[in-house]
């Protein structure tokens, strides 16, 4: 066998023995439950369902101006010091309780008064709300 031909058959064997990592790399492995740096994988399937449903809440209705656990455009909400009745009722019209003069709506605007927003989620039902309120409280 000539020297071209040993090269080109152990090239060959490196080039498979490559492709075949890559491609056994992304096989899922129903063994492994912890990542290479030590963090447990937190398996979604066993969340509370209503955490869930108020997570997925938070994230198209609320994540644009709040954050779980830091201030962004609105306060953070992660350590939420209303009565649901009132949260409820701030979330899907904030105005109404502003001309109202409701304490807590006024202290919550106080800070923000920097931009013209207001909450107007109507469409939220009491369980949406819990189901929001579950997910901040976790």
């Not at 949260?87 to 109202?100: K, N, T, V, Y």
């Not at 923000?112 to 409280?137: A, E, G, M, V």
């Amino acid at each position: 066998m000539s020297i071209k031909t040993k090269i080109l058959i152990s090239y060959s064997v490196v080039f498979a023995t490559l492709i075949f990592m890559v491609l056994y790399s992304f096989m899922p492995s129903e063994t492994s439950s912890v990542a290479t740096c030590g963090t447990e994988f937190i398996d979604s399937t066993l969340e509370n369902p209503k955490t869930k449903e108020g997570k997925k809440l938070f994230k198209a209705l609320c994540a644009s101006c709040h954050k779980v656990s830091k201030k962004l455009i609105g306060p953070a909400l992660g350590n939420l010091q209303m009565p649901p009745d009132i949260f409820g009722a701030f979330i899907r019209a904030e105005d109404s309780l502003l001309r109202q003069q409701h304490p807590l709506a006024l202290q919550i605007n106080a800070g923000t008064n920097t931009f013209n927003y207001k909450h107007q989620f109507k469409d939220l039902t009491q369980q949406n709300i819990k189901n929001l309120l579950d997910f901040l409280k976790d």
